[in-house]
């Protein structure tokens, strides 16, 4: 199975901040990956999918890059809403596989 | 407006069995592959098992190969999960997902459905 190794595990950031999230995957998995946003004691939302699509209705500060094996999720001028865990989760091939999360916490 | 709504979920003890449900509404069933993704309590995302439109196609993680089932009822707008042979480790939320756009099933997932608990406990 494709591991996806995410980093930092947890990261501490102020309101207005810009925070940038890295998926590295075992393999080569193209663009084939997604992140998404996981508020407490809520469902994920999807955020972005091919790597850097934003989804529809997903704010702009959101931005996603990379391919093949680095990706990295961008989140420019943090909102309150923001505060939440964030996964990756990669769709190349199966067993479909998501990261272990990054927890965004306020400073 | 898509929706996806699990139930079943219960306390049950190890090595007895459990069907989820998740009914969906607001799209044409039919055409979308569906998975199931659980999360342990405190902890992060496994994905569990997804079916294709059809249901002709099922892929399952290996620590539940040959306990659990992922089926559909395309008549009736429902994704089922049955989980038979559960042990402690299987407690967790289970999330019912849509793979948008009629797409093939291994994709990206949107939207999720809210989760049902599953409690594995003597």
């Known amino acids: 199975a494709i591991q996806l190794t995410q980093s930092p595990s947890s990261l501490s950031a102020s309101i207005g901040d810009k925070v940038t999230v890295t998926c590295r995957a075992s393999q080569d998995i193209r663009k084939f990956l997604a992140w998404y946003q996981q508020r407490p004691g809520k469902a994920p939302q999807l955020l972005i999918y091919d790597a850097s699509t934003l989804r529809a209705g997903v704010p702009s500060r959101f931005s996603g890059s990379g391919s093949g094996t680095d990706f990295t999720l961008t989140i420019s001028g943090l909102q309150p809403e923001d505060f939440a865990t964030y996964y990756c989760?990669?769709?190349?091939?199966?067993?479909?596989?998501f990261g272990q999360g990054t927890r965004l916490e306020i400073k | 407006q898509v929706h996806l709504v699990e139930s079943g979920g219960s306390v049950v003890q190890p090595g007895t069995s459990l069907r989820l449900s998740c009914a969906a509404s607001?799209?044409?069933?039919?055409?979308?592959?569906m998975h199931w993704v659980r999360q342990a309590p405190g902890k992060g995302l496994e994905w569990v098992a997804v079916i294709s439109k059809d249901g002709n196609n099922k892929y399952y993680t290996d620590s539940v190969k040959g306990r659990f089932t992922i089926s559909r009822d395309n008549s009736r707008n429902t994704l089922y999960l049955e989980m038979n042979s559960l042990r402690s480790e299987d407690t967790a939320v289970y999330y019912c997902a849509r793979v948008p756009n009629a797409a093939v099933g291994l994709n990206w997932l949107d939207p999720w459905g809210q989760g049902t608990l599953v409690t594995v406990s003597s």
């Open positions: 607001g799209f044409t069933f039919s055409t979308s592959a």
């Open positions: 989760q990669q769709f190349n091939n199966y067993p479909v596989t």
